[in-house]
């Protein structure tokens, strides 16, 4: 008799990438603590994820990928997160921007940057503005009509891996309608130096400044004729579990060697640690499981995905912030030593719920959705 798949699990055949990475992981949970002692962006790690053919892979057949499943790609991001969390938050990025260019583009040009992907190129995510805060979609700066396509002066703010990207995704309102380019960084963009973060500090999501930028027409990305799943609405809820996962073994870690004076015993024998603990580590199995849930309805390309993203999201979210402060709670003053990764892990969990959509307007968009009639 077979044994029975579970229909949420990765696909047989893509399992050697989940090994792949695995393995990979080892080496970037080693650096992890420096890199955020440092804020040094994670090169090595990134160049060695596109080493393993792993960026190429994630691409449509037609543009020479491997069509990965996005079942496979949310365990990926899960253990890179777990491993260094700054690492997958970049990488999140740069395959959600090289895709999405590959996608939204015109043909020609969408093989272009698919070329570029699996030629080592590194690309991201340039959306978010300073006064449009989660309408990461819904630009506010006009780019004006010039000579060959559009020039944008304005700023987007939390952009990752920018410092290294050979391509940025950028939109800006052309005629009043939200328009998607595809943008080679030149002089006429910096990156302001104000990345001095709490959590995540590896991934150097700086500000980048556009002076008079020129978005070139032939760079434009037509209206989509498809709706596609998009790898950052899919991979942020990974992300998120990610850290989870790594605090709550911080914790067991910590739990079973430190030993109460009083009884000699561990402290993992305290009921009110247990009890904490049971709390969490259930309500990490039931966010996991609604993420799972959420990437195979992304590989059906199901129009019930993107809802479904906010509330994998908000769960993730959560889930990771509560992990984390059980795990501190159970470090004590240990807990906040710079050799504790528990501190570490705190930091990075805060930061899930304030990407866009950030938790709390995930939350009113599904209150309403719940509660109020719908069109």
């Known amino acids: 008799m077979t044994e029975p798949v579970h229909p949420f699990a990765p696909p047989a055949d893509e399992r050697h990438w989940i090994e792949t990475v695995t393995e990979l992981a080892k080496d970037f949970a080693a650096s992890a603590a420096e890199f955020d002692e440092t804020a040094e962006l994670p090169i090595d790690n990134l160049r060695a994820l596109h080493a393993t053919g792993l ?31 700054s690492t997958a938050c970049i990488w999140v990025m740069h395959i959600g921007a090289a895709v999405g260019l590959a996608q939204l583009s015109a043909p020609d040009v969408g093989r272009f940057y698919a070329d570029e992907l699996i030629g080592g190129k590194r690309f991201a995510n340039a959306l978010s503005e300073p006064s449009s805060g989660n309408m990461f979609l819904m ?42 380019f595809g943008v080679a960084p030149d002089d006429t963009m910096t990156f302001v130096p104000i990345w001095d973060t709490m959590g995540l500090r590896a991934s150097r999501s700086q500000l980048v400044s556009f002076e008079g930028t020129v978005l070139r027409e032939d760079r434009r990305c037509p209206p989509p004729t498809v709706q596609r799943p998009n790898h950052i609405a899919a991979g942020l809820a990974f992300l998120s579990l990610g850290i989870a996962d790594a605090a709550e073994q911080a ?33 990490l199995e039931a ?39 059980v795990a501190l709670k159970a470090g004590g003053g240990s807990g906040f030593l710079r050799t504790s990764p528990i501190q570490r892990l705190f930091r990075d969990a805060q930061a899930g719920g304030l990407m866009a959509y ?13 509660l109020l009639p719908q069109d």
């Not at 691409?59 to 899960?78: C, H, K, M, N």
């Not at 944008?152 to 309608?177: I, M, Q």
């Not at 079973?256 to 580590?281: C, K, N, Y």
């Not at 908000?314 to 402060?325: E, T």
Request: hydrophobic share 40%.
């Open 55 to 85: 960026d190429g892979a994630t691409l449509p057949a037609e543009f020479g990928g491997e069509d990965l499943s996005y079942r496979t790609y949310g365990e990926i991001v899960r253990i890179l997160s777990a491993a260094c969390s």
């Open 139 to 180: 630009p506010q700066q006009v780019a004006e009509p010039v000579d060959g396509g559009y020039r944008l002066t304005g700023a987007k703010r939390f952009v990752s891996g920018c410092e290294v990207a050979d391509h940025f995704l950028v939109n800006a309102l052309v005629g009043g309608v939200p328009t998607f």
């Open 358 to 370: 950030s938790a709390e307007v995930s939350k009113d968009r599904i209150g309403k959705t719940v």
């Open 251 to 283: 914790l067991i870690s910590h739990a079973r060697s430190r030993v109460i004076p009083a009884t000699g015993e561990p402290l993992a024998e305290m009921q009110w640690l247990q009890f904490e603990v049971a709390d969490v580590h259930a309500r």
């Open 287 to 325: 966010s996991l499981m609604y993420a799972r849930n959420m990437a195979w309805l992304a590989d059906q390309n199901s129009p019930e995905f993107l809802p479904t993203t906010m509330t994998a999201k908000v769960l993730a979210n959560d889930i990771a912030r509560d992990v984390a402060q």
